[in-house]
């Protein structure tokens, strides 16, 4: 099993950036890496309860994730499970994400993601970079 832990700092304050990571319309911006749509996205990450999103590049290929979320804090944390599906529409292995904000003292906020349990080192560089496009999102929408 590998893990990935990404940080990141936001000028906004917590409040802010926990809003943009789980209110449906926030999310519906930023979910997925940077050149895909998604044409299903059921994702609040405001409460509790199953969520689904499938991602489609430009060539019209689609990728179905589906999970739980299990644990919200406003504004400090929100959790859910992870677990891609197979062109079947079988769900594969789970992993678990983790949202964290903490505020910061000066102004702003560290966000701070962490996926873990996912099956191998490949499975979490490709998640890495992921990750990491959708944050580009993000930080362009809280700039």
Sequence with gaps: MSDLIIERRFDADAATVFAYLTRPEHIAKWWGPEGMACPVLDVDLTKTGAWTSTMANADGARFKVSGVVEAVDPPRSVAFTWGWHDEADRR???????????????????????????PDDESAANHTEGWTSALRKIERLLA
Excluded: C, K, N, Y
């Design 92 to 118: 594969g292995p789970e992993s678990r994400v983790t949202f964290e904000v903490t505020p910061i003292a000066e102004g702003g906020a560290v966000f701070t993601l962490t996926h873990a349990d996912l």
